[in-house]
């Protein structure tokens, strides 16, 4: 899926097989990118605290419906994450900070798609024996100067079936009496997937992808309580871009299956625009956010955020209210099964992922503080609930054929966080 808030959040997720990794990691950002480019900070020295904070989430996919079903599993997949971080100044200049995460992932999901013989779409799903684990370390590094800063990361993601080795470096650069922000940011990935199973039925057993992102923006202090920030990102990946687990239906009604198949290469690119607006009267600000996204995959993309942040006793307690809204169009290859027989360049893919259609997610996020306890320590607690449906006829665009497989989802979220 396009959807990279939900699904793909750094160059490192495997390709094309996101089920919702890291998703407490996407819902915690109040403004990030198609590819986890930051808000500009403003800030031109590091926090000076020691800080440190866990997180849990718990994401279960929704059944899939009975009537949608050819075979397999109708249990789909529930993810659950603990992350921990824990950073602060070792100098004036210096700020560090690591980051760990372990995921446990288990469920079944969609293989195929397959036509019945007046061709109603059904979906062929694996069997809910699925049992997977991801851990992932990362370190993260700033050099703060008089108006600016610069930074650094390196990371390793490791899975079963998967290992990925990423960083990048990124800075800003404040202007205009700190009223202007200028930020950029260059990342790389290298992935190996080792599939489970390989060789049977076509599937690859090893292969490599290469990923680079570039990403620059520029933030704006328009009035009191008015910052208007826009970036813009290009990401090239290289490689094995195909999911080893999913296949394509084929020919006629005799006909057998095809392993995912997609171009080696692909070129993204992402514009976000945010506005923040802060209503001193009330003590509340909302965030708006419109984002387009498109590769020469022939996908486009749209999204909208609206998110209500409420303070209440001086921001002691704050309730923060979401929307969104999500609609993609489909790859040149993509097809829910191909009637025709094979295409002349021999790629498939029905994933539902690729498929055209909309989304619409809600929740509610509510965090507390307590200061000074005990002694010198401050505390927030916070709990989030998100709801995330889809669905063809939700779309911008044309849907011919609506894919079985679309998902929906609860997440359920909690986090605890400390500063001396």
């Known amino acids: 899926m396009i959807d990279l808030r939900v699904r793909n959040r750094r160059a490192r997720r495997r390709a094309g097989r996101g089920r919702g990794r890291n998703v407490l990691a996407a819902l915690g950002a109040a403004a990030i990118s198609v590819f986890g480019v930051q808000d500009p900070s403003h800030a031109?020295?590091?926090?000076?605290?020691?800080?440190?904070?866990?997180?849990f989430s718990d994401y279960q996919e929704d059944k899939l419906a009975a009537h949608l079903l050819k075979s397999g599993s109708r249990q789909r997949f529930n993810v659950q994450s603990h992350q921990f971080t824990v950073g602060g100044s070792v100098t004036e200049r210096i700020d560090l900070s690591t980051n760990i995460v372990y995921e446990r992932m288990s469920g079944a999901t969609p293989w195929w798609v397959e036509p019945e013989p007046?061709?109603?779409?059904?979906?062929?799903?694996?069997?809910?024996?699925?049992?997977?684990?991801?851990?992932?370390?990362?370190?993260n590094g700033s050099f703060y100067f008089d108006s600016g800063r610069a930074g650094g990361s390196f990371g390793v993601s490791t899975e079963n079936d998967y290992l990925a080795i990423y960083g990048g470096v990124n800075g800003e650069h404040s202007l205009n009496d700190a009223n202007t922000t200028l930020s950029g940011a260059f990342d790389f990935s290298v992935d190996r997937i080792t599939p489970t199973g390989g060789g049977p039925l076509g599937r690859v057993v090893e292969a490599d992808k290469y990923s680079l992102l570039v990403s620059g923006g520029?933030?704006?202090?328009l009035a009191r309580g008015t910052i208007f920030q826009s970036s813009l990102s290009y990401k090239y990946s290289d490689g094995f871009l195909s999911d080893p687990y999913k296949r394509s239906w084929i020919g006629d009604f005799t006909a057998g299956t095809v392993p995912d198949s997609r171009p080696d290469?692909?070129?993204?690119?992402?514009?976000?625009?945010?506005?923040?607006?802060?209503?001193?009267?009330?003590?509340?600000?909302?965030?708006?956010?419109?984002?387009?996204?498109?590769?020469?995959?022939?996908?486009?993309?749209?999204?909208?955020d609206?998110?209500?942040?409420?303070?209440?006793?001086?921001?002691?307690?704050?309730i923060i209210p979401s929307f969104r809204y999500y609609s993609q169009s489909q790859p040149y290859f993509y097809a829910p099964v191909y009637f025709n027989g094979p295409r002349a360049d021999g790629l498939a893919s029905s994933d539902y992922r690729l498929s055209p259609f909309g989304a619409i997610s809600f929740g509610a996020r509510i965090q507390g503080i307590i200061s000074d306890w005990p002694g010198e320590l401050d505390w927030r607690l916070g709990f989030q609930y998100e709801r995330y449906e889809s669905d063809a006829g939700w779309a911008l665009g044309k849907v011919n054929a609506a894919n079985p497989g679309l998902v929906d989802f609860n997440v359920y979220y909690v986090t605890l966080e400390m500063k001396y």
């Open 44 to 55: 031109d020295s590091p926090p000076g605290r020691i800080r440190a904070s866990y997180s």
């Open 118 to 139: 007046d061709n109603e779409l059904l979906q062929a799903m694996t069997g809910a024996t699925i049992s997977e684990e991801r851990v992932d370390v990362n370190l």
């Open 218 to 221: 520029l933030s704006q202090i």
């Open 265 to 304: 290469q692909r070129n993204q690119i992402a514009w976000l625009n945010q506005l923040r607006q802060h209503f001193e009267g009330i003590n509340a600000s909302v965030h708006l956010d419109y984002q387009f996204y498109w590769d020469d995959w022939d996908i486009t993309s749209h999204s909208f």
């Open 306 to 318: 609206l998110r209500w942040y409420q303070n209440f006793f001086d921001g002691i307690v704050q």
